[in-house]
């Protein structure tokens, strides 16, 4: 493989494919904490059992 003079450039690509990456998954992590907080992101077992489409929707197969 060939870097056409300049190896250093994909380890600076590198670092920022994994810094972006990191950003990501941080302000993720803040945005569903803010979000959780606010309502819940989670249905309780009971509804998970009966189906969310029936627990949250009313849906029901005739």
């Known amino acids: 493989m060939r870097f056409f003079r300049h190896p250093g450039q994909i380890l600076t690509q590198l670092y920022g494919v994994v810094?972006?990456?990191a950003f990501c998954a941080v302000a993720t992590w803040v945005i569903l904490k803010i979000v959780d907080a606010m309502v819940d992101l989670r249905v309780?077992?009971?509804e998970e059992v009966e189906g969310l489409?029936?627990?949250l929707h009313g849906e029901r197969v005739q």
Do not use: G
């Open 19 to 21: 810094v972006i990456a």
């Open 44 to 46: 309780t077992r009971d």
């Open 53 to 55: 489409d029936t627990a």
